[in-house]
């Protein structure tokens, strides 16, 4: 059967003036609600080339298991595990913590209640940026009472700041200032995580009341 073709109907999502806007259309939009671009996509690219090879050399001898945090690290970890040539496993943890906000509520809760089986493998915990802590920490716990082998931590971003729970990233692609960013899987309310790049969010928007 020939799927059906067009746009797809219903109540629009976003302002009226945006439904005919073509895809790069929309993408400009976006745009126009970030501050500044802080990381181009050649930017990230470049960035991941040389974790991917760090972290290659660091497991050469070793079977990886990586463990994605779902949501903001699906492009991440797309990108970065197709440049490792290495035997590895792949796992993924759902977790929560800013329900909607622009901060960290501290209480994360762990949307997926099985734990992939882990014991005596050696885990990287990929995720998209390491703010207050709170959800590193509570990973990186409730991951060690499934008796690793070994945990390390990657990030593609981190706050530069003072945080909740004291936990540090093993691989870092870039240290940032302590300003909300979307984009490459990072999101606001769900927004923006297809932006090709990464940037700040306009203070205003994150004022805005949730529609
Ligand atoms: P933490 O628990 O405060 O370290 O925050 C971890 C999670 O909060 C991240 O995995 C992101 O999903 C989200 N987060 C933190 N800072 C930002 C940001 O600037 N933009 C979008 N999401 C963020
Ligand atoms: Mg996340």
């Not at 745009?31 to 497991?59: C, T, W």
């Not at 014991?119 to 009472?145: C, M, P, Q, Y």
């Not at 499934?146 to 936990?167: D, F, G, N």
Request: proline share 4%; with cysteine; charged share 30%.
């Amino acid at each position: 059967m020939r799927a059906k073709q067009g746009a797809v109907s219903g109540p629009p999502l976003l302002d009226s003036a945006l439904i005919s806007a073509s895809a790069d259309g929309l993408v400009i939009l976006m745009r126009g609600d970030l501050e500044k671009v802080l990381f181009d996509e050649p930017a990230i690219h470049r960035r991941l080339d040389d974790m991917a090879a760090q972290i290659s050399n660091d497991y050469r001898d070793r079977e990886l298991t990586v463990i994605a945090v779902l949501h903001g690290s699906l492009m991440f970890v797309a990108d970065l595990l197709r440049r490792i040539p290495l035997p590895l496993k792949l796992d993924c943890l759902s977790v929560a913590s800013y329900h909607g906000k622009a901060q960290s509520s501290g209480e994360v809760v762990f949307k997926q209640i099985t734990l992939p089986d882990i014991e005596g493998r050696d885990i990287l915990v990929l995720d998209d940026i390491l703010d207050s802590g709170s959800t590193l920490a509570a990973v990186r716990e409730t991951l060690k009472t499934a008796r690793p082998h070994s945990i390390r931590i990657c990030v593609l971003l981190s706050k530069k700041k003072q945080r909740a729970r004291e936990v540090e990233a093993d691989y870092v692609g870039f240290e940032i200032e302590d300003k909300f960013v979307v984009g490459y899987g990072l999101d606001f309310r769900e927004r923006y995580r297809n932006l090709p790049y990464i940037g700040v969010l306009r203070r205003k928007l994150l004022e805005q009341p949730r529609k």
